[in-house]
């Protein structure tokens, strides 16, 4: 019997290092999804679709995978902006106004005899404009970004409600223009995905991101070695609220009508929620442009699988309150570990 089992042990011990590498690769597999903050939030979308496709068979029907591509473009165009800012250390509260402000100059810019190319460009101008307006006060007069922008949130809404008169209008423009701003069924997602990944080469492969990010891991070291904080802070802001204005004219053409009421402090807070969720911390420092758009898709993904089940939008106000603080205390903690794991 002993003679059986010696004889045994060879083939165990000629397995053992198929299963060693096997223990490896997993291992490299689970260090990559570590350092990855898209991984997550990438693997909680699928867990979601697969779940809400199971109690509602018109999920992923084509008419209702255009309304989540819709609703998540114009959230991930608006958190591509924010993430920008609040790598640096900073917030921006206006943007949802500035979404609701820059088609309506543009829509009376058309009305005054521009082009409407012409015009959609007036309309950014004064979204970059509002920007540059924030991150002067910020950065000049040292007034934090959160109070500064709360304050430039409801002068532009009583601004917007003013030009306005309080009453929606209608953009009128040619087929071309409409198709390629938003009234095609593809165009905005498009608009979405190449925005995104333009914003996240910015924020990783070149020097505007990487003093961006230093800027908001350290203000004063990075100030120190000679990069231009102030300028950092001001770009970002302005380029946020640029987001904020090519959303809102998105939208404009998509929907065919100009609101005052619309975004505000909705789309602003979900474009912040989709950063967060996505890996964005809010102390600045770190971030991810393509985790903002998974944040956008996932938040998107849960409000219409909440609606096609017949839940309580209240409820669904809960659950995200309850993603983002689950979220942010995952984010720490892989923080933490990445940085032990750096040392390794």
């Given at each position: 019997?002993?003679?059986e089992?010696a004889?045994?042990?060879?083939?165990?011990?000629?397995d053992?290092?198929?299963?060693?590498?096997?223990w490896g690769?997993l291992?490299?597999?689970?260090?990559?999804?570590?350092?990855?903050r898209?991984?997550s939030?990438?693997?909680a979308?699928?867990?979601?679709?697969?779940?809400f496709?199971s109690?509602?068979?018109?999920?992923l029907?084509?008419s209702?995978?255009a309304?989540?591509?819709e609703?998540?473009?114009?959230?991930?165009?608006?958190?591509?902006?924010?993430?920008?800012?609040?790598?640096?250390?900073?917030?921006?509260?206006?943007?949802?106004?500035?979404?609701?402000l820059?088609?309506?100059?543009?829509y009376?810019a058309?009305?005054a005899?521009?082009?409407y190319?012409?015009?959609?460009?007036?309309g950014?101008?004064?979204?970059?404009?509002?920007?540059l307006f924030?991150g002067l006060?910020?950065?000049?007069?040292?007034?934090p970004?959160?109070?500064?922008?709360l304050?430039?949130?409801?002068i532009?809404?009583?601004?917007?409600l003013?030009i306005?008169?309080?009453?929606p209008?209608?953009?009128?423009?040619?087929?071309?223009?409409?198709n390629?701003?938003?009234?095609?069924?593809v165009?905005?997602i498009?608009?979405?995905?190449?925005?995104?990944?333009?914003f996240q080469?910015m924020l990783?492969?070149?020097?505007?991101?990487l003093?961006?990010?230093?800027?908001?891991?350290?203000?004063?070291g990075?100030?120190?070695?000679?990069?231009?904080t102030?300028?950092?802070?001001?770009g970002?802001f302005?380029?946020?609220?640029?987001?904020?204005?090519?959303a809102?004219?998105?939208?404009?053409?998509?929907i065919?009508?100009?609101d005052?009421?619309?975004g505000?402090?909705d789309?602003?807070?979900?474009?912040?929620?989709?950063?967060?969720i996505?890996?964005t911390?809010?102390?600045?420092?770190?971030?991810?442009?393509?985790?903002?758009?998974?944040?956008?898709?996932?938040?998107?993904?849960l409000?219409?699988?909440?609606?096609?089940?017949?839940?309580?939008?209240?409820t669904?106000?809960?659950i995200?309150?309850?993603?983002?603080?689950?979220?942010m205390?995952?984010?720490v903690h892989?923080?933490?570990?990445?940085?032990?794991?750096?040392?390794?």
């Open positions: 019997m002993a003679k089992k004889d045994a042990a060879p083939p165990q011990l000629q053992s290092p198929q299963r060693v590498e096997q690769v291992r490299r597999i689970g260090r990559s999804l570590l350092h990855s898209e991984a939030i990438a693997m979308g699928i867990v979601l679709v697969v779940y496709q109690t509602a068979a018109v999920f029907s084509p209702n995978i309304n989540l591509a609703y998540a473009a114009t959230t991930a165009i608006i958190a591509a902006g924010q993430v920008m800012v609040l790598v640096c250390g900073e917030v921006d509260l206006s943007v949802g106004q500035v979404y609701a820059a088609p309506f100059v543009m009376y058309n009305q005899g521009i082009p190319l012409p015009a959609i460009l007036l950014l101008i004064a979204g970059g404009l509002v920007g924030n006060i910020t950065v000049v007069l040292r007034i970004s959160f109070i500064t922008t304050g430039t949130l409801f532009i809404n009583g601004l917007t003013t306005s008169g309080g009453y209008v209608q953009p009128k423009a040619g087929a071309l223009i409409t390629i701003f938003g009234g095609n069924p165009s905005q498009l608009w979405a995905i190449g925005i995104t990944l333009i080469f990783v492969k070149t020097r505007w991101g003093h961006t990010i230093a800027t908001g891991g350290n203000l004063i990075a100030a120190e070695v000679g990069i231009k102030n300028r950092i802070k001001i970002n302005i380029m946020c609220s640029i987001m904020g204005g090519i809102g004219i998105l939208d404009a053409f998509r065919s009508s100009i005052p009421l619309a505000g402090t789309i602003m807070f979900m474009a912040i929620a989709s950063s967060v996505g890996g911390l809010l102390n600045g420092g770190s971030g991810t442009i393509i985790g903002a758009f998974l944040g956008a898709a996932v938040l998107g993904i409000k219409d699988g909440f609606t096609l089940s017949g839940v309580s939008a209240y669904f106000d809960m995200l309150g309850i993603a983002i603080l689950i979220t205390l995952i984010n892989l923080s933490r570990l990445r940085a032990a794991g750096g040392g390794q």
